[in-house]
T-cell receptor, first 114, second 114 residues
Framework: GENVEQHPSTLSVQEGDSAVIKCTYSDSASNYFPWYKQELGKRPQLIIDIRSNVGEKKDQRIAVTLNKTAKHFSLHITETQPEDSAVYFCAASWGAGGGNKLTFGTGTQLKVEL | EAQVTQNPRYLITVTGKKLTVTCSQNMNHEYMSWYRQDPGLGLRQIYYSMNVEVTDKGDVPEGYKVSRKEKRNFPLILESPSPNQTSLYFC?????????????FGSGTQLSVL
């Protein structure tokens, strides 16, 4: 089955700096890569996603890049703000015959310091 | 309001006492799933359902049961809970099965088994 590794497990940045979280996946058949943000005590919520036919996607201060050859994808947050402090999960999935089976990474605790 | 509703929010029980965590969605979603979240392990899938009367095991199904008698409801049953099932549980749903579908999460159930 799919295996997703996520690094780092914790990340501390100064407000205004950029943050990068990296994930690798094992199954070359994976074709969908979402990122979920979980604020303290809240449910995970989708913030951005990318499909395997696209190399990069951007939404305001967040962007995701995908390297299919190397089987890794990354989340980039620019001009970080205190409200970006949360746990971020990457995930990978493929749909052929397996339903919507998402495999999540182990999460990155991002702390944005004032 | 479109939502996934889980109950209870918090539950403390003792080893061996059967319990059910309810999950209901009002979005007419076909796909529903249960995850458990543990520190350092991320979100791991327990069971999923692609439609009424169609359920399948996820990555960590041991000790759990599910049923999908109606499209909107997907309860998680622990027939004989053990301390290693102490965890934060999330129900989630998406419109259809297949890769690329956004997951909507419930608010979570914090379970403690003594």
């Amino acid at each position: 089955g799919e295996n997703v590794e996520q690094h780092p497990s914790t990340l501390s940045v100064q407000e205004g700096d950029s943050a990068v979280i990296k994930c690798t996946y094992s199954d070359s058949a994976s074709n969908y890569f979402p990122w979920y943000k979980q604020e303290l005590g809240k449910r995970p919520q989708l913030i951005i996603d990318i499909r395997s036919n696209v190399g990069e996607k951007k939404d305001q201060r967040i962007a995701v890049t995908l390297n299919k050859t190397a089987k890794h994808f990354s989340l980039h947050i620019t001009e970080t703000q205190p409200e970006d402090s949360a746990v971020y999960f990457c995930a990978a999935s493929w749909g052929a015959g397996g339903g919507n089976k998402l495999t999540f990474g182990t999460g990155t605790q991002l702390k944005v310091e004032l | 309001e479109a939502q996934v509703t889980q109950n209870p929010r918090y539950l403390i029980t003792v080893t061996g006492k059967k319990l059910t965590v309810t999950c209901s969605q009002n979005m007419n979603h076909e796909y529903m799933s249960w995850y458990r979240q543990d520190p350092g392990l991320g979100l791991r899938q327990i069971y999923y359902s692609m439609n009424v009367e169609v359920t399948d095991k996820g990555d960590v199904p041991e000790g759990y049961k599910v049923s999908r008698k109606e499209k909107r409801n997907f309860p998680l049953i622990l027939e004989s809970p053990s301390p290693n099932q102490t965890s934060l549980y999330f129900c989630a749903s998406s419109q259809r099965r297949g890769s690329g579908e956004k997951l909507f999460f419930g608010s979570g159930t914090q379970l403690s088994v003594l």
